[in-house]
């Protein structure tokens, strides 16, 4: 061997010129430093999926459904029931956002995630959109690259006990176990309010939810706490619901709200509208049922909501009778929370913080116009 | 002959850089291109998350955490909370394993077959449904703390774990544990002393049991003279739950037990079949030369057995401190459900916390590698 830097020189060559022509055009686009690939060398992995403005929209479309990241099982929020259909608030509103893109509220698949799971997948792009009772906080809308679309239920945090151990008061439960689920907002929040008050705690944090609740419910835990509508909804699945009290202290601001990825403003603008829509839709009484007259409607707001005015639908990509689409699939937000949550189900919530604002609640969509 | 494609050790330099590089350019290619889409989707990327608060509680830490802690800190206790299960399984599943292997091959037929029906049973059930077992089936459906069972003075058995009394340190504690520690240094001069004198003279001298004696007898001696070492505060009954002694949490309990029991019946098989492969004739030689069966055993068989034992024992012992990690399906703090669970989660930084937890596990069964490696060198036959 005479010389060995020649050899190597050609070995280099030979394995990357090898990789240029193995890997798809894009990988050497990258190796070559060329920048950015087009988006369809990478249409077979989801996870390496491009976004842009409208590449969100235009994906789905091809796809021909939705796909809607949601919880594992929360009643009223979302949860299947014995065959398999999914139903709930957070359940409604992707149904409401395939309604607006295909005309059909059916175009839509549930994938069930955990809550230490679901950012990934959103992320990674498993999912077109995270409608999972997730809070909105500055951490998530700023660190993890990713957008609330609005608020769909002001929640907050509260504490469940059984009956049988006398408690009425959160203060007394120092020196307590509280079993919650890991990776949420709530195992922050419960550790604030113990540390703040200088109580003591000891915290379990299980990774499903479901865990969480039979643990509590089997005695290992003192008390359980999550967000207060999850409370009530989680009550239904014990032993004897009637054994365990929710406390009245509400510890925490819990704003739930669809998240979405950076990157695709059209995507974030149909995300969030869908939202306003059916908001919208409540305050100016259009309902699933009286739609097809509301549609000779000579409200002007009316109008404008129901695409006979205006190409608001367009705006965002879709098309102009979105809104119509949208409520003959899933009604209006009042509706959807009376369907789900509301006072004549199981979880029986009053509208609360959740009326609209002309009502006394905090719901106060943008206008359509 | 120059550069010329027909020369072997060119050929093989070319086609050995050429992988190299190829395996550079891929590592590169994934990193670029996440580091890209990192960048693109707008997610904050580096280590520096690890001196930010953590905020949130773990219910079992080995050394000081609060909610103020660092994830730095909370990626610490995880860490802990594994070693700690991960030692206490290796220690007693070696044990169990080595019992279970010689239990195999006694004459004792009752015996022999409960060993086998273990070794059956246990290594042909999945452990994670075991965990399950020994968590939701065993340990949760026990009394709460009101009703718990004490099942000695001051043992507390209910579903908020196994509480014991906490050893509190007296005046007489440095005289006491000093006294141990010159017992154990004097017991082991004493059998190396012992074993050279037999060496060189052949005469025998009982060391182990002098050493043992030597054990004993210090340390009480000690006490006798300085005072009690330590007293036991007993936990309390509070409104909740106990209030001070020693606490094993359940979780932790079933997680031991799981993988101390799954890895045993492994480790029994490893010994049985490093027994076997003693050959008969070298037991039958060392009782026509008059060795008892305990002498044997120990010198005879133990020695060569070792040698096919460490090797597979080796693989086991990894086996246990990554299987450590499904700890997560049954809410023990370890490292992948503190930090690749819970910090992961708070902070959004997916490929920065698996990195560092991949990199945890790789180091830990490396270290483990290398120093049964350097046993297994120790014991290794010496041809002379």
């Known amino acids: 061997m005479r010389n060995p830097v020649a050899a190597l020189l050609l070995g280099i060559l030979i394995g990357v010129g090898g990789l240029y022509f193995v890997l798809p055009y894009d990988a050497a686009a990258v190796l070559a430093g060329r920048g950015t690939a087009p988006a369809t060398a990478v249409e077979t992995e989801p996870g390496a999926e491009r976004t842009g403005a409208g590449e969100t929209l235009r994906r789905v479309m091809r796809r021909g459904f939705l796909q809607c990241g949601v919880s594992q099982g929360l009643a009223g929020f979302s949860s299947p029931d014995e065959r398999g259909r999914w139903s709930g608030i957070d359940v409604d509103y992707c149904r409401a956002i395939a309604a607006a893109i295909f005309g059909d509220g059916e175009k839509v698949r549930f994938r069930p995630l955990s809550a230490k799971d679901r950012f990934t997948a959103l992320q990674s792009g498993e999912v077109d959109i995270l409608s999972r009772n997730t809070t909105w906080t500055m951490s998530r809308d700023t660190q993890l690259g990713f957008d609330f679309a609005g608020v769909i239920y002001y929640d907050g945090q509260a504490f469940m006990v059984r009956k049988s151990s006398g408690i009425t008061k959160a203060e007394q439960l120092a020196g307590a176990t509280i079993c919650t689920q890991t990776g949420t907002t709530t195992e922050l929040n419960l550790a604030d309010y113990f540390r703040g008050r200088g109580l003591d705690y000891r915290v379990l944090s299980f990774e499903k939810n479901d865990e969480a609740i039979s643990a509590y419910d089997q005695g290992r835990c003192d008390g359980y706490t999550t967000d207060a509508s999850g409370l009530y909804a989680e009550r239904l699945k014990m032993q004897h619901p009637a054994d365990n009290i929710v406390l009245p202290e509400i510890i925490s601001k819990e704003p739930l709200g669809p998240v979405i990825r950076q990157g695709d403003p059209q995507w974030a603008d149909i995300a969030r509208w869908t939202l306003s829509a059916l908001l919208n839709a409540e305050e100016l009484g259009i309902t699933s049922e009286n739609i097809e007259e509301m549609r000779e409607s000579e409200n002007p707001l009316v109008r404008r909501l129901l695409g006979a005015e205006g190409s608001y639908g367009a705006s965002v990509g879709l098309r102009p009778d979105w809104v119509i689409d949208i409520v003959r699939a899933v009604g209006n937000y009042g509706e959807i929370f009376e369907r789900n949550v509301g006072v004549d189900t199981p979880l029986g919530i009053e509208r609360g913080l959740n009326a609209l604002w002309t009502d006394g609640g905090v719901m106060y969509a943008p206008p359509i116009r | ?384």
């Open chain 2, 1 to 384: 002959m120059g550069i010329s494609w027909y020369n072997p050790r060119v050929r093989s330099i070319v086609y050995q850089t050429g992988v190299l590089a190829a395996v550079i350019a891929v590592v590169w290619f994934f990193t670029a291109t996440a580091q890209e889409n990192l960048e693109r989707l707008n997610i904050s990327t580096g280590f520096g998350f690890l001196d930010t608060t953590a905020g949130f509680g773990i219910i079992q830490t080995l050394i000081p955490y609060t909610e103020q802690s660092s994830y730095g800190r909370a990626f610490l206790v995880g860490l802990l909370n594994t070693l700690s299960v991960a030692v206490i399984g290796i220690v007693l599943s070696t044990m169990l394993g080595f019992v279970i292997g010689v239990a195999r091959l006694s004459p004792n037929w009752l015996l022999a077959k409960i060993a086998a029906a273990y070794v059956e049973v246990m290594r042909n059930i999945p452990l994670l449904l075991q965990l399950f077992f020994w968590y939701f089936a065993v340990l949760r459906p026990l009394p709460g703390p009101a009703e718990s069972i004490e099942a000695l003075p001051g043992v507390f058995l209910s579903n908020r774990g196994l509480i014991l009394p906490d050893p509190v340190l007296d005046a007489g504690a440095g005289m006491f544990f000093g006294a141990l520690a010159a017992a154990a240094v004097a017991g082991f001069v004493l059998v190396r002393w012992a074993r050279a004198r037999q060496r060189a003279t052949g005469q025998l001298f009982p060391a182990l049991r002098v050493a043992a004696a030597l054990i004993v007898v210090l340390p009480l001696l000690a006490w006798a003279i300085g005072g009690t070492p330590f007293h036991l505060e007993y936990a309390t009954r509070g409104d909740f739950d106990f209030s001070g002694g020693v606490r094993l949490l359940p979780e932790f309990v079933a997680l031991v037990l799981g993988l101390t029991l799954y890895t045993a019946a492994f480790i029994g098989e490893i010994v049985r079949a490093g027994i076997q492969s003693v050959d008969r004739g070298q037991g039958e030689a060392a009782a026509a030369l008059g060795l008892k069966d305990s002498t044997t055993l120990r010198l005879v068989v133990v020695p060569q057995a070792l040698r096919l034992i460490v090797p597979p024992l080796t693989s086991q012992i990894l086996n246990l401190t990554k299987n450590s990690s499904l700890a997560v399906a049954i809410a023990y703090p370890d490292l992948v459900a503190v930090f690749a669970g819970t910090v992961l989660n708070q902070t959004g930084q997916a490929i920065e916390v698996i990195a560092i937890t991949m990199a945890v596990y790789l180091t830990l069964s490396l270290a483990t590698s290398l120093a049964m490696n350097w046993y297994n060198a120790r014991i290794a036959l010496r041809e002379r």
